[in-house]
């Protein structure tokens, strides 16, 4: 696969991120163009639920995410966006990670509507 590039706008604010090449990524692309709400989650990350739940086929059990990981939270079937480092979690599958922007989403407080769109 290319390099896949994808852009999040919300609040005349843009976000890249460079996706991963994975089953579970890809199928999130399959559901681009996306507008979803994201919301704060333990001040920690950014989640947003997705309109289906994304495969999990070869994905690994977990990850430790750190700054910029955009990820799948596939228990919750939730997009989860870090903005600070976290421990180990099981069922987090790393989708891409923030090439610019994450000041911009974790300085935004309260719910907010994002527009996701792959760059060609």
């Known amino acids: 696969m290319e390099e896949i590039t994808v852009k999040l706008t919300f609040n005349k604010e843009v976000v890249m991120v460079n996706m991963y ?3 579970t990524s890809r ?4 559901q681009l163009p996306l507008t979803i709400t994201i919301e704060d989650y333990a001040k920690t ?3 947003a639920y997705l309109p289906k ?5 070869k994905a690994p059990p977990g990850c430790i995410p750190s ?3 955009f990820t799948y939270y596939a228990p919750w079937g939730n997009l989860a966006i870090f903005y600070k480092d976290f421990g180990y979690s099981n069922g987090l599958i790393k ?3 923030i090439e610019s922007g994450i000041e911009k989403l ?3 407080h309260g719910n907010f509507t994002v527009e996701i769109e792959k760059i060609d």
């Open 21 to 23: 090449d994975n089953p």
């Open 106 to 108: 974790e300085s935004v």
């Open 67 to 69: 700054v910029g990981d």
């Open 95 to 97: 989708l891409g990670k």
């Open 53 to 57: 739940k994304l495969s999990i086929e």
């Open 45 to 47: 990350e950014k989640i």
């Open 27 to 30: 199928d999130f692309l399959a």
